[in-house]
């Protein structure tokens, strides 16, 4: 097995976890019944799938040059993505869109009904 054939297969297996990854986050967003299940679903396995295909890339074009940009998508998606979801979390809690019976502990009861008039 020559060392070009590896890296296609790494590429390969890569790409598909990857999408596999994706598909599971769509289509937790659309049957999960809650929105505390749902932020899981968007976040969670997404950020996996994204780490697996800029993995798949870099396997794909073997070039260092290319490392400096990969690490800066995946950097900018960390940041990004837990905020995005923190942020949807909280409007949601806001909004009283999930149940509360899910939640085991409540930290941001006080503190919500503090700034509410």
């Known amino acids: ?12 297996v ?3 976890a990857g999408a596999l990854m994706s598909l599971g986050a769509a289509i937790g967003l659309v049957r999960f019944p809650d929105l505390l299940t749902r932020l899981h679903a968007g976040t969670k396995p997404q950020v996996f799938g ?9 396997f794909h074009f ?8 990969l690490l800066v998508i995946l950097l900018l998606q960390m940041l990004t993505i837990p905020i995005s979801g923190h942020m949807m979390g909280r409007s949601g809690y806001r909004n009283k869109h999930f149940h509360k019976d899910d939640l085991r502990h409540d930290d ?4 919500v009904d ?4």
């Open 14 to 16: 890569c790409m598909i």
């Open 108 to 111: 941001l009861r006080a503190l």
């Open 62 to 69: 073997r070039s260092w040059a290319l490392l400096p940009v």
């Open 1 to 12: 097995m020559s060392f070009d054939t590896v890296f296609d297969v790494l590429t390969a």
């Open 114 to 117: 503090r700034s509410e008039p």
């Open 50 to 58: 994204m780490i697996l295909m800029l993995l798949a890339v870099g």
